[in-house]
């Protein structure tokens, strides 16, 4: 079964600080690999995408790795801010097979800035 | 712009009495979906039109139906809601080709 395994679930940082999120999957065949932000309330919106050739890609202080080998990525947060609290979703697209790219989520990692 | 519309942002419902929610693009996409996102979880998919053909996730109640008259609208209706429909509605869109799935702000729903 394709899964997508995130940690931590939540984190409290404060303002300004780096920190860095994490996101296993097992989805085959892969496609690419995405970031989002969730703000409560709303819907998610896209940081970053990566496909299987690519291992680092960024985003103003936003900059996802992935290691297409091991199924790790990583969204790596840099210099904090208020407007930084959200929920950050790791997604999976399979590749192949389906032609409407079924994505499968993370349960999301609940990120707060403190002040 | 907005590129995918929902509408409305909020609804409130009473159990069992049937609600219809909305989304409109104007990317003029031809894959549109609908996800519903509980509380703390992950959004899952309901179903999704490829073009004009239908997609029903297997584990989608029956109580969920949806319809698109033509490219730009896509309807979510939920014939007898319960307590547990409560959640956040999500529509995304994408064309043929690309991976990038577009979504809408969300229709949280409550079901009185």
């Known amino acids: 079964k394709n899964q997508v395994e995130q940690s931590p679930q939540s984190l409290i940082i404060l303002e300004g600080k780096n920190c860095t999120l994490q996101c296993n999957y097992t989805v085959s065949p892969f496609s690419n690999l995405r970031w989002y932000k969730q703000d409560t309330g709303r819907g998610p919106v896209s940081l970053t995408i990566?496909?299987?050739?690519?291992n680092t890609k960024s985003n103003g202080r936003y900059t996802a790795t992935l290691d297409a080998d091991t199924k790790q990525s990583s969204l790596h947060i840099t210099a904090s801010q208020l407007s930084d609290s959200a929920s950050y979703i790791c997604?999976?697209?399979?590749?192949?097979?389906?032609?409407?790219?079924?994505?499968?989520f993370g349960q999301g990692t609940i990120l707060t800035v403190h002040p | 712009d907005a590129m995918v519309i929902q509408n409305p942002r909020y609804q409130v419902t009473q159990f069992g009495k049937p609600v219809t929610l909305s989304c409109s693009q104007t990317?003029?996409?031809?894959?549109m979906y609908w996800y519903q996102q509980k509380s703390s979880q992950a959004p899952k998919l309901l179903f999704h039109?490829?073009?004009?053909?239908?997609?029903n996730e297997a584990d989608t109640p029956d109580n969920f139906q949806s319809r698109r008259p033509n490219t730009s609208f896509c309807f979510l209706d939920i014939r007898s809601p319960g307590l547990g429909d409560a959640a956040m509605y999500l529509c995304?869109?994408?064309?043929?080709?690309?991976?990038?799935?577009?979504f809408g702000l969300g229709t949280r729903l409550l079901v009185l």
């Open positions: 995304a869109t994408r064309q043929t080709g690309r991976e990038t799935q577009y």
């Open positions: 990566m496909t299987f050739s690519e």
């Open positions: 990317l003029n996409h031809n894959v």
């Open positions: 039109y490829y073009d004009k053909d239908f997609n």
């Open positions: 997604v999976v697209t399979e590749a192949g097979g389906t032609s409407y790219g079924k994505l499968t």
